[in-house]
């Protein structure tokens, strides 16, 4: 009898532990359970285990932001990311943007499709779309480098698109300020 109480006191220890260890480091605890082969539980079903890996995600959420795509670039930017570490520090709000498995439709096509630069850089592979978006899915909260070239410090997992308008005008001024600094415009 003694026996059995030891090791339900261990288990209950453990188990204790564990749970402490969530409450405090969710992202930490369950990336080193996926690192030794246990399943990603932050997961969705509507994502594919392949496609995370081991990267933590948060719950589904709501996240309004700047998307910005061209070459080699999926950039989505939103203040209501939670913070991650960062070479840029923690106000680097970027995250490597997925559509939703059945795409990101035809309003946000557009709205990317949409030139903006005003005769700046003419050759159509360096096209840079720009939108301002509304949209539900998950982020990553773990610590990692993702999207091209691992250059950004968190993916994003887009669920539904659920509103697109043009980007700021600010910033598009701000672009083509950058691009006729460098001689790169009409």
Known sequence: ???????????????????????????TMLHAACAIGLPNYSIPSELDQEDVGCAILTPKGRF????????????????DFPPVRSEFGPSDTRAWFHCPKNG???QLDNQLDQDYLNGCIKDSLFHSGFATIEVDGWVTVSDGAFGHLNSYPRDF?????VNVGPPPANMIADWIDGYRRHDMCD
């Open 64 to 79: 309004k932001g700047i998307l910005v795509t061209g070459f080699e670039a999926s950039n989505f930017s939103s203040p």
């Open 1 to 27: 009898m003694r026996k059995v109480s030891t090791i339900v006191f261990g288990l209950l220890i453990a188990a204790a532990g564990l749970g402490a260890w969530y409450w405090v480091d969710r992202p």
């Open 104 to 106: 990101c439709g035809d």
């Open 157 to 161: 997992y887009a669920s539904r698109i």
